[in-house]
């Protein structure tokens, strides 16, 4: 820029005198513009505009250009026909709740690759295998046997515990003299008898004899050591050999 005010100086600017003295106002005359190889160094206007553009990234001789050139990648968009998932099976539609695989039509169900959930029922489940209950006499509920252990009344009706064979749990099969064998312990069943959910009957069938199998099978969720454990009168063994 120096040497550009300095060539348009030295190029014909002159300063013209005012013609009378009482004008004061100098005149300039401006020369011809510098020629074009009149140039510093320092960026045209021109060039200072395309100075502000961002350059191209990637560059346009950089390998990531070259490479796309040669095998564009275009993203493929699904269409929502091939988004959603595959029909089911044929005859799959036409599955019933609650009817047995076979009963309707040949279709089958095992199809590892359906998104389908598996069938479910709407049969009515069998209710578990359990003794009916009865009613109780007033003061025989489960509180009133609790506080019935809890009394400090004897219920073993015997004064130690005793090794008992078979022969001698069969004599013990009376009302007012019940005991009975659970899981190879013996309990003096007598004082229970009205507070059974099932009845005294229910609870007769094992009196005098090993009741294990049977209540295992009614009910083998009941914590049969806990309810009876002031009732225990001995431990059932072998007969003894002669």
Not at 37 to 62: C, H, K, Q, V, Y
Not at 83 to 106: E, F, N, W
Not at 175 to 184: C, H, L, V
């Amino acid at each position: 820029m120096t040497s550009y005010l300095r060539s348009w100086l030295s190029s014909g600017t002159s300063l013209v005198q005012p013609a009378s003295p009482s004008d004061s106002v100098p005149t300039f005359t401006r020369a011809s513009p510098p020629p074009d190889d009149a140039d510093d160094g320092e960026d045209t206007e021109t060039e200072r505009e395309d100075s502000d553009i961002a350059p191209a990234f990637p560059s346009l001789n950089s390998a990531q250009r070259a490479s796309s050139s040669r095998s564009p990648s275009i993203p493929t968009i699904l269409t929502d026909a091939q988004l959603m998932p595959p029909p089911p099976l044929p005859g799959l539609a036409a599955r019933q709740p609650g009817v047995a695989r076979g009963a309707r039509g040949s279709s089958s169900l095992s199809a590892p690759n359906s998104l389908m959930p598996p069938p479910t029922t709407t049969a009515i489940p069998a209710k578990p295998k359990k003794g009916a209950k009865v009613a109780l006499a007033p003061g025989h509920s489960p509180l009133d046997w609790a506080a019935l252990k809890s009394s400090g009344e004897d219920l073993r009706g015997v004064d130690t515990l005793m090794r008992i064979p078979p022969s001698e749990l069969k004599l013990h099969r009376r009302r007012d003299d019940a005991w009975s064998a659970f899981n190879g312990k013996v309990y003096n069943i007598t004082a229970y008898l009205p507070f059974h959910p099932g009845g005294e009957k229910e609870l007769m069938r094992v009196a005098g004899r090993d009741g294990t199998k049977l209540f295992a099978e009614t009910h083998a969720w009941v914590n049969l050591d806990f309810m009876l454990d002031s009732c225990l009168v001995g431990f059932l063994v072998s007969e003894p050999s002669d």
